[in-house]
């Protein structure tokens, strides 16, 4: 009859936008010379994604020849968790999983998690938990991989835009050491604003500033890429198990947090490296097909419009599948199909 069960795909053709082609080419120089400079380097992928109480349904029957829209959570999926966690080539990092109850059943969780709620869970959590890990303090050089969700990037002195109040504009003359009559209108402010602000000027977040000040360096994934963060396929594992198990837990009050826990601790180590190592191969074969035998040190510029968001709202979580890459489950010798050896990330960049 025409109709097929599987995951629906509305960015192939949004990844080949000139901006994000070249923030693509910018991730991955980047990633492949952290690994050249850095024998030793550990990345941390970080992300988050949510749960129901009862469990959700991952795929719907959509017709090869009609666009279909997003699945809406149903009230036989119950209380909606946003749940956030970092993790690298030595598991789930300790102390870092957040599992948060929202009222709001939207399966957007960039509507529950907030710039404010990230910042402390940073500081809090993931900070104190990366120092104290025998394993990361040993490396050289520690990176987070991450998106640019809105609430990972807060930016450091933004300057004002033509419709903020006068006192903010005041307040960023001031600051800029620029002297201003107190009679000047709107207007007047602006002309004096303008041409401090350049289109050549780095962004700087605020959470790439604290990470920073902890010897932690943060390389953010281009738009719609969520296949180069490893974590993408430890959610979908830990997401299929707790669908699957939830039902066994109808009597326990507390039976979305010690699932989920459980969840998590089915992912082990070997699962992470093998995560990975499959994404670094999709990295490495990206760069060649973008970049073909140019080396790191001998590419053309890489030019990105700043007319075009810094951020990226996408919900990815849910798009890994390839059934998850060869499906993540018991004792993750074969995850993402690829061997569990030893194997070393090689390749020429």
Not at 10 to 29: G, N, Q, S, T
Not at 145 to 173: C, F, G, R, W
Not at 192 to 218: C, F, R
């Amino acid at each position: 009859m025409g109709f097929k069960y599987k995951y629906e795909n509305h960015r192939k053709i949004l990844i080949e936008r000139p901006d994000i082609v070249a923030k693509r080419i910018k991730f991955l120089k980047c990633y492949l010379k952290y690994k050249a400079d850095y024998p030793d380097v550990k990345f941390i992928f970080l992300d988050e994604t949510w749960i129901y109480k009862r469990g959700s349904q991952l795929k719907t029957w959509v017709h090869d020849n009609m666009h279909t829209k997003n699945y809406k959570a149903t009230k036989f999926e119950g209380q909606r968790f946003t749940v956030l966690h970092a993790g690298s080539s030595d598991g789930f990092i300790n102390g870092c999983s957040f599992l948060l109850h929202s009222t709001n059943n939207d399966r957007d969780y960039h509507k529950t998690m907030d710039s404010s709620m990230f910042k402390e869970w940073v500081l809090n959590q993931f900070i104190p938990n990366v120092i104290c890990s025998p394993n990361l303090s040993k490396s050289s050089k520690i990176v987070v991989i991450m998106d640019n969700a809105s609430y990972h990037s807060v930016k450091l002195d933004k300057p004002p835009t033509k419709s903020s109040n006068k006192t903010v504009m005041q307040e960023y003359l001031t600051k800029c050491n620029i002297a201003f009559d107190p009679k000047f209108t709107k207007k007047d402010l602006w002309d004096l604003i303008q041409p401090t602000i350049s289109p050549d000027t780095p962004v700087k977040y605020e959470i790439d500033y604290i990470l920073k000040q902890h010897g932690i360096d943060v390389l953010r994934l281009p738009p719609y890429h969520c296949q180069y963060n490893a974590i993408e396929l430890a959610w979908a594992h830990c997401k299929r198990y707790y669908n699957q198990n939830i039902h066994e837990y109808t009597e326990d009050k507390n039976r979305v947090t010690h699932l989920w826990l459980e969840a998590l601790n089915t992912f082990d180590s070997q699962m992470w490296k093998n995560s990975i190592r499959h994404c670094e191969e999709l990295i490495l074969a990206d760069w060649h097909k973008e970049i073909g035998n140019f080396r790191l040190d001998n590419i053309p510029p890489v030019i990105i419009s700043l007319a075009d968001s810094d951020t990226d709202e996408t919900d990815d979580d849910e798009r890994v599948t390839d059934d998850d890459v060869a499906e993540i489950e018991g004792d993750g010798d074969a995850v993402c199909g690829i061997s569990s050896s030893n194997d070393k990330f090689t390749g020429h960049y």
